[in-house]
């Protein structure tokens, strides 16, 4: 049974992906600003990732708790999936408005890992996954800021995975196109209203689990996952 850490546990994606572990038998840290419905095996956390300050005081004294509760196992995966979207011409948004998304959905991500992977790296086995985009491969328009931090995070991936493999430590990264989720709720666009124009969560969470369940001997670097058709509706407002 795996320990596995999940960010933005609580809805959307990192939800689907909570849900896939727990139902294959393994322990989840849910860490987010919300929480949802105790389960066996979920053990959940406030935490704005936001403030990148309360990091890593955040995983030392989660590193504290998992070695002197027995009901809770040692971390050896982390699934880094929480972030949010912005998007729109540059000259747009303040000077602040890059700074907090950069730092949701690049920065925080690897002060985490910092924290977290001279541990980690000391089991059997473990894993770590970004979450991040088909933005991470092609920018688009009006997505600067996102794909920006998105393409950061796939440098993180790529190299993370030589620093890490001699430790066993597995790095992945999965790339998905658009997911049919509340991370559309408050941008102009969304997918196609039929089927074929958009994933579900747990499209992505498949992907994950895939990554997770690999032999020790193989690395699955990075997944793709597109809907089968490419379809954008404008929002009327």
Same mark, same amino acid.
């Given at each position: 049974m795996r320990t596995v850490?999940?960010?933005?546990?609580?809805?959307?994606?990192?939800?689907?992906i909570s849900e896939a572990l727990l139902q294959e038998g393994h322990s989840v840290i849910g860490v987010s600003r919300s929480e949802i419905k105790q389960r066996d095996n979920l053990h959940q956390y406030s935490l704005d990732l936001?403030?990148?300050? %309360? #990091?890593?005081?955040?995983? $030392?004294?989660?590193l504290d708790k998992t070695s002197t509760d027995n009901q809770i196992?040692?971390?050896?995966?982390v699934v880094c999936n929480a972030g949010t979207g912005?998007?729109?011409a540059l000259e747009n948004f303040s000077a602040m408005q890059i700074q907090q998304s950069i730092q949701l959905n690049l920065v925080s991500p690897l002060i985490l890992l910092r924290a977290l992977l001279p541990t980690i790296k000391k089991c059997n086995r473990s894993d770590v996954i970004f979450v991040a985009s088909e933005s991470a491969i092609q920018a688009g328009r009006y997505g %600067? #800021?996102?794909?920006?931090? $998105?393409?950061?995070?796939?440098g993180a991936a790529q190299s993370l995975r030589a620093e890490c493999a001699s430790s066993n430590c597995?790095?992945?990264?999965?790339?998905p196109g658009m997911v049919k989720t509340e991370f559309?709720?408050?941008?102009?666009?969304?997918p196609g209203e039929a089927w074929q124009h958009s994933l579900q969560a747990s499209d992505v969470a498949t992907a994950v689990m895939t990554i997770l369940n690999s032999p020790d001997n193989a690395v699955l670097e990075e997944i793709n996952v597109r809907p089968l058709q490419h379809v954008v509706k404008k929002k009327n407002h």
């Open positions: 850490l999940v960010t933005g546990h609580s809805k959307g994606i990192g939800l689907a936001s403030d990148l300050n %309360s #990091i890593t005081p955040f995983v $030392k004294s989660l196992n040692s971390i050896d995966a912005q998007f729109g %600067s #800021i996102y794909s920006a931090a $998105k393409f950061g995070l796939r597995h790095v992945g990264i999965v790339n559309f709720n408050d941008l102009s666009f969304e």
